[in-house]
């Protein structure tokens, strides 16, 4: 029976989509057993100047900004009275867009490019911070967010698996119709 309990877990995650109510843009969520995962939609122009005010040029971050950012925010929803170690690694999800799989570009991934590209120290210190990290390990109660790269142009519609263990059990669920903001312009809003 237990081995019945583990197969259905993965089948009970709920899947959601809104608009977020800080960020004001569209969000993409999965809720399952213990966790909570959320993806909000960045517009390039926001990552252009979250990362222009910390010392990057704007030759260095475009690339970056061409790539569709998220903001992830990741919660073990789990309770001291009842605790479930959360962890992940980035390098397990995979995107699904075009007909075609790939990875997420990590903090790892970005190494080499801001080195061949000049970005000075501190600059590349304040974007590995910025980014969610590749690997993580949360506690009841734990949360963590931070900027992922999915390595897509603006617009582009794309599916995500996700991977996770739970207390050590293999979690996977798929988010689909995952949407990267749009290159537009706004202005920014006053309220």
Same mark, same amino acid.
């Given at each position: 029976m237990l081995l019945a309990i583990d197969f259905l877990l993965p089948l009970l995650a709920v899947t959601a989509t809104g608009v977020d109510d800080e960020a004001r843009f569209p969000y993409w969520e999965v809720? @399952? /057993? @213990? =966790? *909570? !995962?959320?993806? =909000?939609?960045r517009l390039p122009d926001q990552t252009r100047a979250f990362f222009l005010a910390r010392g990057f040029k704007l030759n260095q971050i475009e690339s970056a900004a061409q790539s569709c950012v998220f903001q992830t925010i990741v919660r073990n929803t789990s309770t001291k009275a009842a605790p479930a170690t959360l962890t992940y690694n980035l $390098? @397990?999800? =995979? !995107?699904h867009a075009g007909g075609a799989k790939h990875k997420m570009k990590t903090r790892e991934d970005w190494k080499p490019v801001h080195e061949a590209s000049g970005v000075s120290p501190p600059a590349r210190l304040a974007f590995d911070w910025a980014l969610f990290p590749? $690997?993580? %390990?949360? /506690? &009841? +109660? @734990?949360? +963590?967010? +931070?900027?992922? =790269?999915?390595g897509l142009k603006p617009g582009t519609r794309f599916d995500l698996d996700l991977v996770w263990q739970q207390d050590g059990r293999p979690r996977r669920v798929r988010?689909?119709? !995952?949407?990267c903001a749009p290159d537009i312009h706004p %202005?920014? *809003? &006053?309220?």
């Open positions: 809720r @399952d /057993n @213990d =966790v *909570s !995962i959320r993806f =909000v939609q $390098r @397990d999800w =995979v !995107i590749t $690997r993580q %390990e949360y /506690n &009841a +109660g @734990d949360y +963590g967010w +931070g900027m992922s =790269v999915f988010l689909k119709g !995952i949407e %202005e920014p *809003s &006053a309220e």
